[in-house]
């Protein structure tokens, strides 16, 4: 069993982790690493980490089944692509904006689900996405932000966000395999997958370098998995969710106080749209895991 924490402190730490993440995105940027470098290591040793921890549970890590195996690898496709997308979005554009146009992939796997599950085109998935991009087009195009030199960044953003609605979508192909099984492979495949950019990508650095990202963003990502499984046992999907949303205001507010990112009026009146659809779909499409 997943270390017994109360489910609502597990969903604080997995809230204050990923708002964080672009923090430590950018601490790793200046330390000359590259996003195939600093993914590739931080999946390979949280891998080991969790891999380590479940066996000694004698948690089943088994194969998957072969009707898992395709949903496992989208998912690790739209893991990899995600935070490799996000680390540009990160360290191009402010953090605010970044996590605003991430959070835009609840409509994105929504919208996904229409297609992939057949579900109904509803109205609350309409007036979200027109809420959404509203939200999207006041924050990233240069004639309505007050910020256009962020635009490349914010493109990467978006990006993120059809990366992580991919997640979403293959999650809910694999509803039937334990999430800590379906968390460990997919960590084992994206640090196959992102062998070969790490290979192709890596630079000179020194042994402390690798033992502090091997160390700090593996374990960061291990931590993340273990809160995000604990939590979710023990909160229905969306109370947690809402939680999860709060997310926003905190990475805004550390853009603001450790890097100086003033939040223009743009990027608040995007940020207002973007959550207020967000939140409509956590209230009316119960549906899927996070």
């Given at each position: 069993?997943?270390?017994?924490?109360?489910?609502?402190?597990?969903?604080?730490?997995?809230?204050?982790?990923?708002?964080?993440?672009?923090?430590?995105?950018?601490f790793f940027e200046s330390e000359g690493f590259n996003p195939f470098e600093l993914n590739f290591a931080s999946f390979a040793a949280a891998?080991?980490?969790?891999?380590?921890v479940?066996?000694?549970?004698?948690?089943?890590?088994?194969?998957?089944?072969?009707?898992?195996?395709?949903?496992?690898?989208?998912?690790a496709i739209g893991l990899c692509s995600t935070n490799i997308a996000i680390y540009y979005a990160f360290t191009?554009?402010?953090?605010?904006?970044?996590?605003?146009?991430?959070?835009?992939a609840l409509l994105w796997a929504s919208l996904g689900a229409v297609i992939w599950f057949k579900e109904e085109l509803t109205r609350w998935k309409i007036i979200s996405f027109l809420l959404v991009m509203g939200g999207v087009m006041a924050i990233s195009l240069p004639d309505f932000s007050l910020n256009p030199s962020y635009f490349t960044g914010n493109l990467f953003a978006l990006a993120s966000a059809f990366g992580y609605a991919l997640m979403l979508l293959a999650s809910r192909k694999l509803k039937g395999m334990p999430s800590e099984k379906s968390a460990w492979y997919g960590m084992l495949a994206c640090t196959i997958l992102l062998a070969p950019l790490w290979l192709a990508w890596n630079s000179a650095?020194?042994?402390m370098?690798?033992?502090?990202?091997?160390?700090?963003?593996?374990?960061?990502?291990?931590?993340e998995s273990l809160l995000l499984m604990s939590a979710l046992q023990g909160i229905a999907i969306v109370p947690a969710s809402l939680v999860l949303v709060s997310e926003i205001p905190l990475v805004a507010a550390l853009g603001l106080l450790l890097y100086g990112e003033a939040?223009?009026?743009?990027?608040l009146a995007g940020g207002v749209l973007i959550i207020a659809g967000a939140i409509l779909l956590i209230f009316k499409e119960q549906t899927g895991r996070i």
């Open positions: 069993m997943i270390p017994r924490i109360n489910p609502w402190l597990s969903l604080l730490g997995i809230t204050l982790l990923w708002a964080a993440y672009g923090v430590l995105v950018r891998t080991l980490i969790l891999g380590i479940l066996a000694l549970q004698k948690k089943d890590l088994s194969a998957p089944q072969p009707a898992e195996r395709i949903p496992l690898l989208l998912y191009l554009s402010t953090l605010a904006n970044t996590i605003l146009l991430h959070y835009t650095k020194t042994i370098q690798w033992a502090s990202v091997l160390a700090g963003a593996g374990t960061y990502t291990a931590a939040i223009p009026l743009a990027t």
